[in-house]
């Protein structure tokens, strides 16, 4: 081809990309420190996702909030992208956790068999408790596509329990490097939760929040004014016997921090005992290597018990597990009872990435929180 043909057509797409790459995308995610203020402090609460379920009926929609409404200050699509009116899409009561979509509301919502598909017609079996078909499977961001979020001001008579105190002898080699200013490396082990599954930035969907071990870096950086490094060693269907046969690459990344985020695979079939004895195999090993090495164990959160396959039961005894492993140095972060607390005010649907065992990104951002909160001083 001709040389200035060639530039002729060329150039155009070149300035073209440049022209998109400078234009500020305004449903980006961005960070502030606001972004990951631990849910269960303030009084407001940014994009709580809701699943708004559908009336076949009467075409009336509805869904519910963690907290008292005092006010709600915005209601968005999970892209943020869409705003929508109070009293044309949406109307909510004063004191009450309950928002309300009308006939006509142009808020997305779906009814109980939209969100069912017939036996072995999807990737995975994801057989209902009911025996009524199989759960929607969302592989990438079906379930945020579907979900709406919620900015609100909550009453302060809703006063959770803080989830994650802040004790500086828990983890106090880590804190002390963090508070120094000094270079920080942090190793994710864990399953598909941590390699970011279902968060929007993995899904390359709007608004591109990313996953929460990228979350947790970017705080302590800000909080700290420190460099934080990440190697995530995550990999999706792992179970915490695979984390064992890791050691030595977690060892050779020379972490100040290890975080240990397994439980949602083992529930399927490892007994609490068995869990306990391979989480403690990780990190006896790992200091055999790296002996100043510090840990978060995460106590994962909860799988939708309308699935068959994972036995619900075990996640309650992982977590107690995980606690009798806690000393100086190690330290645990309990999604579990986070996610029990939640699932008492909201529905699964709210909360999931992918309708099974997958955390949207509410949840990746509440995942941050309380590891963050074991990091770093809130008020």
């Not at 073209?16 to 980006?28: F, G, K, R, V």
């Not at 009450?96 to 997305?108: A, G, K, N, T, Y």
């Not at 900015?151 to 106090?172: G, H, M, Q």
Request: glycine share 8%.
């Amino acid at each position: 081809m001709h040389r200035h043909l060639l530039l002729a057509l060329v150039l155009p797409l070149i300035i073209a990309s440049s022209a998109a790459a400078a234009e500020p995308d305004a449903t980006a995610w961005k960070y502030s420190p606001g972004s990951l203020r631990p849910f269960w402090l303030g009084e407001t609460l940014k994009d709580e996702p809701i699943l708004f379920i559908k009336d076949p009926a009467s075409g009336i929609a509805r869904g519910k909030v963690l907290f008292s409404i005092k006010r709600v200050l915005s209601v968005r699509n999970g892209e943020n992208t869409i705003a929508y009116r109070e009293g044309r899409d949406f109307t909510w009561n004063a004191k009450s956790r309950e928002i309300v979509l009308p006939p006509d509301s142009r808020i997305v919502s779906r009814t109980v068999a939209d969100l069912r598909r017939p036996d072995g017609s999807q990737r995975h079996r994801l057989t209902h408790r009911d025996g009524n078909g199989e759960i929607l499977f969302g592989a990438k961001l079906e379930y945020h596509q579907m979900q709406t979020c919620i900015t609100y001001t909550r009453l302060l008579t809703d006063c959770p329990s803080p989830v994650s105190a802040f004790n500086e002898k828990a983890l106090p080699r880590s804190i002390a490097t963090l508070r120094a200013g000094k270079p920080f490396s942090i190793v994710v082990l864990g399953d598909s939760i941590s390699t970011g599954c279902n968060a929007s930035g993995w899904g390359g969907g709007a608004p591109h929040q990313p996953a929460y071990p990228e979350l947790l870096k970017l705080h302590l950086e800000a909080v700290y004014r420190t460099t934080v490094s990440l190697t995530n060693l995550s990999v999706g269907g792992k179970a915490s016997h695979w984390g064992i046969s890791m050691v030595d690459q977690v060892a050779a990344a020379k972490p100040d921090l290890v975080i240990v985020a397994f439980g949602m695979n083992d529930s399927a079939r490892v007994p609490a005992t068995e869990f306990k004895t391979n989480i403690s195999a990780i990190i006896g090993k790992t200091r055999e290597q790296v002996p100043e090495a510090e840990f978060i164990l995460v106590a994962s959160m909860l799988g939708n018990r309308n699935w068959t396959y994972l036995k619900h039961e075990l996640f309650e005894p992982y977590r107690d597990a995980l606690n009798q492993l806690v000393k100086p140095g190690i330290a645990v972060a309990d999604l579990t009872t986070v996610w029990t607390e939640f699932l008492r005010l909201k529905d699964y649907l709210d909360l999931t990435g992918n309708g099974v065992n997958h955390p949207n990104d509410f949840g990746h951002r509440v995942y941050a929180q309380v590891i963050a909160a074991l990091l770093a001083e809130t008020d």
